[in-house]
């Protein structure tokens, strides 16, 4: 029987390796075609996952990549509102994903002090994350976007195709090659 390797995650975040919600996870074994269920929590023990955006009468090769989950991130794949629903998580390489539906995690999270305190120090981490990647993406010129991915974030370098890694930046793959080429 799979067992989630608890210490992966709490490697990235301050999480109680011993609550009520790892007897609630199901695993899922994933290749790039598996399509994720909506609405849950999902502990990502091993992979890399790609959120994105597809423009409405876009060709889906022009998809906007807006985050990567690689192994020991937590996030939620939510279909619940409107914007939400805009979203879609591709696999993009196999892998092993835990998780929840999220009714069950709201209920935890009504419960459980411990739970609930982890819930806040996580949306606190994740709404820091999105405000530095809005302003980066508002002020901050590709080559220096890659430089601080080189920098701060070397496993998308490592582990994220660079057609995903250019969309992630806002520039074509061509140009990526060539922000590369000027810096090695």
């Not at 990567?68 to 092993?96: C, M, W």
């Not at 994740?126 to 980066?136: F, G, S, V």
Request: proline residues 5%; charged residues 30%.
């Amino acid at each position: 029987m799979d067992t989630p390797d608890k210490h992966i995650f709490s490697k990235k975040y301050p999480i109680d390796t011993y609550g009520e919600i790892w007897n609630k996870l199901t695993v899922l074994h994933f290749t790039k075609k598996t399509i994720l269920p909506a609405d849950i929590l999902c502990f990502l023990e091993k992979g890399t996952i790609r959120k994105l955006i597809t423009p409405e009468e876009a060709d889906p090769e022009q998809s906007i990549s807006i985050d990567f989950y690689l192994e020991g991130d937590i996030f939620t794949a939510k279909a619940d509102n409107e914007i939400e629903r805009q979203f879609t998580y591709q696999p993009i390489s196999k892998g092993v994903l835990w998780y929840v539906d999220m009714r069950e995690v709201r209920r935890l999270f009504l419960e459980s002090k411990l739970c609930s305190t982890t819930q806040k120090v996580f949306l606190e981490e994740q709404l820091r994350a999105k405000a530095l990647r809005e302003i980066q993406l508002l002020q901050t010129a590709p080559r220096e976007m890659y430089l601080y991915l080189l920098k701060n974030k070397p496993e998308f370098i490592q582990q994220v195709p660079l057609k995903y890694l250019a969309s992630y930046i806002g520039i074509t793959p061509q140009a990526l090659s060539r922000i590369r080429r000027q810096i090695t």
